[in-house]
């Protein structure tokens, strides 16, 4: 969006946007007491940009830092300095890779 951010994202936009499952998304709301989408009287659910930050993050040290969800659990409790920080460096680290695999198939 040009200048503003959503307020809400509906689950099939948090699901686009995160490359994960509703299924996916409605299992960590029950293991994860951190994750709860606010739901309208329909019971909608309504996804907050921390919410979908927090899902992010989840993702990342699911997929990217192999943990299980109880360490997932610790170390979101902890603190996300340190998630930010490594998700920053893992996409870093990412980019240049695919920079030199592009280099290296022009030699």
Known sequence: MTGMEKVYYSIKE???LSGLPFSTLRYWEQIF???RPHRNQGMTRFYTKSDL???VKIKFLRDEQHLSVAAIKKRLKVGDDDIER???MTELLKKIREELVTIRANI
Do not use: F, G, N
């Open 53 to 55: 930050d927090l899902v």
């Open 14 to 16: 948090v699901s686009e």
């Open 33 to 35: 007491p951190m994750l």
């Open 86 to 88: 490594r998700m920053q």
